[in-house]
């Protein structure tokens, strides 16, 4: 519900209270609310403001805002709106994330609320605006993008045509599109939903529609016509009217302290951490393609108008372009791209957006009519995990791939990589999991032949394969189970690996039998339990955990205060699984004697508050593609099927 004070406006009341868009566009220095009637059509003289909701089934809502200025808007209206978003999230409970949106660089988002596009019109917005008038204006439109249309009017001239995008003429009768032969198919294919949209908004249904081929022009009647509108057909120019330049995107990042008149002050550069951030400042992270305004839980109203302010008149004042996107960020809604900035970022991300992600994707594919089931929770179901079907284990070094034995295929190497291939049946097929699990000490060269080595194995085996790349301490919660249970030692047996050391005159701290070994212990059951060896100190331990401390034929075994009892049930079966003959000590955190203190290099500090789940982050789209020998991703705003399915290759 919105929370109205006396420095918020009253055309907030009751926002937010229905999933969908708000629309309110400043006229006379006030804000005037947009019919739906009107949605997707902003002028180019006003700044707009965009109210997105979407409620969720269980947890809060979700709001975003963005404040839209068009390239003719004047400062006073600018300034103006940026200032309502403010109140705006303030009659929300400061719990939305904020965007500026400039005319022609729209983000993402942004665009694909509107479908199939948004249409800016020339000059300003006024709520008498009556029918048009007797002569039909006509107008050459260029629409760019993939995924999200961009649509811009141009001058209505053949020079304003190219071979790499596509054009609407819209006329009074007919509209044409104009397909560029360098133009893609899914520019076409959205350009085509714009036609379509122009057609039944501004046409009433009751025009013609005609495709233009580029480079096709002889006994087309619909192509003479269109040229016909520019004087004739004549070739246009072989290179593009328009070059695009791409920007390099730079990961590296300022951060600046804004005070309470606006003045900006260095706070820190390569080595960011949360803590920087104080709950009564406000901030401005500048990305360079990108800024930032992080304004804290305990800052006022005016503190983050004034922070907004000097944001944008730093960008202004730098000469920045108008592509560099400016968010504004309340605390605790850090999107994932701030947080990627700052090197430790407690984590709080709630697990449901993670299934929303899912669930979205699984409607596509079913759209399509592929049939998709849902995994069941880790050990429901031990079809998955069923180990007296196969299970094969590859020790990758160089060239060399090894089978391991049933007993080695338990123990794995940090410094080494491992193909890891499952075959089970499950409802009558057989199925294969095949996972290439790379230690977080492994050698790069080492990494590049397991995976061509696994993509080997998938061409080899009968049948579809699943295929998956794994990294050590980010493992999948099928994982652990096909191996029931798992050792995870220090050190590394590849030939690289081995050689870096010597290279690097590393002392590593690799597994020996006969000297002492600290392995942290983790699992839920006894079919799923795991071993890890960590660094032999005091700050290893956690109370979260029970730990296992092996020294030649005795060990101790730490039981944290936070563990629980099916912790201390795996402890003992890894303990019989480590050594069936071994007889441990058994010790609970602050009862540790003097010889387990000695053994871990002397007593210190170390972590003793809960440990929080691993952070589920939410769910990202991204389309890949090579140019040049280089990989570019883009990051996708929206889930539509066109994506999955127009697309070379879609990440996840």
């Given at each position: 519900m919105s929370r109205l004070s006396k420095d918020i406006d009253s055309a907030f009341q009751g926002?937010?209270?229905?999933?969908?868009?708000?629309?309110?566009?400043?006229?006379?220095?006030?804000?005037?609310?947009?019919?739906?009637?009107?949605?997707?059509?902003?002028?180019?003289?006003?700044?707009?403001?965009?109210?997105?909701?979407?409620?969720?089934?269980?947890e809060s809502p979700q709001y975003d805002i963005h404040y839209w200025l068009g390239i003719d808007a004047n400062e006073v209206d600018s300034i103006l709106a940026s200032d309502k978003a403010l109140e705006l999230d303030a009659a929300l409970g400061c719990c939305t994330v904020q965007y500026r949106e400039v005319q022609g660089q729209e983000t993402e988002k942004f665009l694909s609320y509107f479908k199939p596009c948004i249409i800016p019109v020339e000059g300003k917005y006024s709520p008498k605006t009556g029918i048009a008038g007797e002569t039909y204006q006509v107008t050459l439109l260029r629409c760019k993008g993939d995924h999200v249309v961009r649509v811009k009017e141009v001058p209505f001239l053949r020079s304003s045509l190219n071979h790499?995008?596509?054009?609407?003429?819209?006329?009074?009768?007919?509209?044409?599109?104009?397909?560029?032969?360098?133009?893609?198919?899914?520019?076409?294919?959205?350009?085509?939903?714009?036609?379509?949209?122009?057609?039944?908004?501004?046409h009433d249904g009751r025009c013609?529609?005609?495709?233009?081929?580029?480079?096709?022009?002889?006994?087309?009647?619909?192509?003479?016509?269109?040229?016909?509108?520019?004087?004739?057909?004549?070739?246009?120019?072989?290179?593009?009217?328009?070059?695009?330049?791409?920007?390099?995107?730079?990961?590296?990042?300022?951060?600046?302290?804004?005070?309470?008149?606006?003045?900006?002050?260095?706070?820190?550069?390569?080595?960011?951490?949360?803590?920087?951030?104080?709950?009564?400042?406000?901030?401005?992270?500048?990305?360079?393609?990108?800024?930032?305004?992080?304004?804290?839980?305990?800052?006022?109203?005016?503190?983050?108008?004034?922070?907004?302010?000097?944001?944008?008149?730093?960008?202004?004042?730098?000469g920045r372009s108008t592509t560099t996107s400016l968010v504004l960020l309340t605390e605790g809604l850090e999107n994932?791209?701030?947080?990627?900035?700052f090197n430790k970022w407690p984590q709080t991300v709630e697990s449901s957006l993670y299934n929303e992600g899912r669930e979205k994707v699984a409607a596509l594919f079913k759209q399509k009519g592929y049939d998709v089931e849902e995994l069941p929770d880790e050990e429901d179901d031990p079809l998955y995990t069923n180990c007296r079907d196969n299970l094969?284990?590859?020790?990758?070094?160089?060239?060399?791939?090894?089978?391991?034995?049933?007993?080695?295929?338990?123990?794995l190497f940090t410094g080494d990589c491992y193909l890891v291939q499952y075959k089970y049946t499950y409802k009558e097929r057989t199925e294969h999991l095949l996972y290439v699990w790379i230690g977080c000490e492994s050698i790069q060269q080492d990494r590049a032949d397991a995976i061509?080595?696994?993509?080997?194995?998938?061409?080899?085996?009968?049948?579809?394969?699943?295929?998956?790349?794994?990294?050590?301490?980010?493992?999948?919660?099928?994982?652990?189970?096909?191996?029931?249970?798992?050792?995870?030692?220090?050190?590394?047996?590849?030939?690289?690996?081995?050689?870096?050391?010597?290279?690097?005159?590393?002392?590593?701290?690799?597994?020996?039998?006969?000297?002492?070994?600290?392995?942290r212990v983790v699992g839920t059951s006894p079919r799923n339990m795991q071993a890890i060896q960590v660094n032999l100190?005091?700050?290893?331990?956690?109370?979260?955990?029970?730990?296992?401390?092996?020294?030649?034929?005795?060990?101790?075994?730490?039981?944290?205060k936070l563990s629980s009892d099916s912790d201390h049930e795996v402890l003992d079966r890894m303990l019989y699984f480590l050594d069936t003959s071994c007889q441990p000590i058994y010790i609970r955190e602050g009862n540790e004697t003097d010889t387990f203190w000695n053994l871990l290099g002397g007593k210190s500090e170390y972590p003793k508050e809960k440990e929080m789940r691993k952070q589920i982050e939410e769910p990202h789209l991204f389309t890949c593609s090579c140019s040049s020998g280089n990989g570019k991703y883009l990051s996708i705003s929206f889930y539509h099927l066109t994506v999955l399915f127009s697309s070379a290759l879609v990440q996840l």
């Open positions: 926002v937010g209270t229905k999933s969908g868009l708000e629309i309110w566009c400043v006229y006379n220095k006030q804000l005037i609310s947009i019919p739906k009637s009107s949605f997707g059509k902003f002028h180019s003289g006003n700044a707009y403001l965009v109210l997105r909701t979407f409620l969720r089934k269980i790499d995008d596509v054009f609407i003429l819209d006329t009074a009768s007919k509209v044409f599109l104009f397909a560029g032969c360098n133009s893609s198919t899914q520019e076409k294919a959205k350009a085509m939903e714009v036609v379509e949209y122009i057609k039944d908004n501004k013609e529609v005609a495709t233009i081929e580029d480079g096709k022009f002889s006994g087309d009647s619909d192509a003479g016509e269109f040229w016909s509108f520019f004087g004739g057909y004549a070739p246009i120019p072989k290179l593009s009217s328009s070059t695009t330049q791409e920007q390099t995107q730079t990961t590296c990042a300022e951060l600046f302290w804004i005070d309470t008149k606006g003045n900006l002050h260095p706070t820190g550069t390569s080595s960011l951490d949360k803590d920087m951030l104080e709950k009564n400042k406000c901030y401005m992270l500048d990305c360079h393609s990108e800024v930032f305004v992080w304004m804290g839980r305990n800052t006022s109203l005016t503190e983050r108008k004034t922070s907004i302010s000097s944001s944008e008149e730093f960008l202004r004042k730098e994932a791209r701030f947080r990627s900035f094969k284990v590859w020790r990758v070094d160089g060239d060399d791939v090894s089978l391991l034995s049933i007993p080695d295929q338990t123990k061509t080595n696994a993509s080997a194995i998938v061409g080899s085996t009968k049948g579809e394969s699943v295929l998956c790349h794994i990294y050590q301490g980010n493992e999948p919660s099928r994982f652990f189970p096909m191996f029931q249970s798992l050792v995870v030692f220090k050190g590394g047996l590849s030939r690289r690996y081995k050689v870096l050391l010597a290279e690097k005159e590393k002392i590593g701290e690799e597994y020996n039998e006969n000297k002492a070994s600290l392995f100190v005091a700050t290893s331990l956690n109370s979260s955990y029970s730990y296992i401390l092996q020294y030649g034929a005795s060990a101790f075994t730490w039981i944290g």
